[in-house]
């Protein structure tokens, strides 16, 4: 039998950076992952799974030792969001405003797994099992026994189920989850661009889903475009060329010149954890929740997930171990993941219909939110991780 402190399942962008905060709390750690991302070279074309990084991701980064391996790959950062459904009825926000330099970055998924990876093997308190995965689960009081498929037994006081939205760990924890499929499927499309890179992000509603723009470095950039799944599919079967004339007929016009590179297509599927704990295995990310990514807030929440997770350890001293930990972490997390799930919902139902009126009062609402002034400040810091 092995011992150690943590055992994290799951070295995916919120696995990785809370091995790399509890290890710089002298904790040792013992990471598990099925399947380790390709390594980074500038050639590589841009991945099609990127994320809209909040300041306040940007900070845990940093706090994590990330940030500087990320900088000297790729990432873009944006200034400006914008967000309408008829033209002339939009709302803009601006860094500015904030006084902030950006709102946030653009990075590619895999690279801030590669950049927090990286910051790994600086700790000589961090041992990773990989290629290796969790067969079996056994709980005492005090401790938590996993078995990996390559045989070893390890004993932990925790284990962190980081292994994504369809965990194995959360299964063998016997923690069920409330699941919701939505009626629109989301497409991925990376295009070269004519114009020079950009600092804006844009989303466009309309009735069959939204269409928006994040801006990759360089003259890239990445589209998604959320149908019906019928509509998706048909759209994921066309040649590269076909699908960028669609995208012309769909798209705004200040897309400008482009053409398609890269295209993928995703099912949207809300889910919570019915509990974010069972004994000594505690869910964090998507593992715990997965959200409609129509405001690009899936990775901040797990995020958030893992500064709460790390300042109560922090804070609790010679108590980390105790079960009151995790009962306190599901207390402060499970209401904000909530707030956020359910405001990605209102957004989705209020903006996916025809209904004359509806439209004419969000479109109202959206012009409104542009001159809320303070409100519109604290709900913009509020998005970007700030409040
Ligand atoms: C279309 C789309 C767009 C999105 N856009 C954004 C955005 O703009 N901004 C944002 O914040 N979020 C966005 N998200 C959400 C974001 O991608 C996820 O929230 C994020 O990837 C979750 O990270 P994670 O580390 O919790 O899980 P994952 O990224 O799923 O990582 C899980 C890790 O666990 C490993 N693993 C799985 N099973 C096992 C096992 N049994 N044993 C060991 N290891 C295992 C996997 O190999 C992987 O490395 C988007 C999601 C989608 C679908």
Known sequence: MEHCDIAIVGAGMVGAATACLLASQGLSIRVIETQLPEPYAPEQPLDLRVSAISQASVALLERAGAWQHLQQMRLCPYRRLETWELEGFATRFDAAELGLPQLGYIMENRLVQLALLKRMEDFPNIQTHTPAAVQRLRQSADAAVLTLDDGTELQARWVLACDGAESHTRRLAGIGVSRFEYRQHCMLINIDTDFEQEDIT????????PRAFLPLPGKHGSLVWYDSPARIRVLSAMSNESLATEVRRHFPARLGGFSVTAKGSFPLVRRHANDYHAGRVVLLGDSAHTINPLAGQGVNLGFKDVACWVELLAKAGNDWHLLAQAERYERRRRPDNLLMQSGMDLFYGVFSNEI?????????????????????EMALRYALGLV
Do not use: E, M
Request: aromatic letters at 6%; proline letters at 10%; hydrophobic letters at 40%.
């Open 202 to 209: 844009w989303q466009q509603f309309t009735p069959s889903g």
């Open 356 to 376: 004359g009126p509806l439209r004419l009062a969000r479109n109202l609402a959206l012009n409104l939110a542009d001159k809320a002034g303070p409100l519109k």
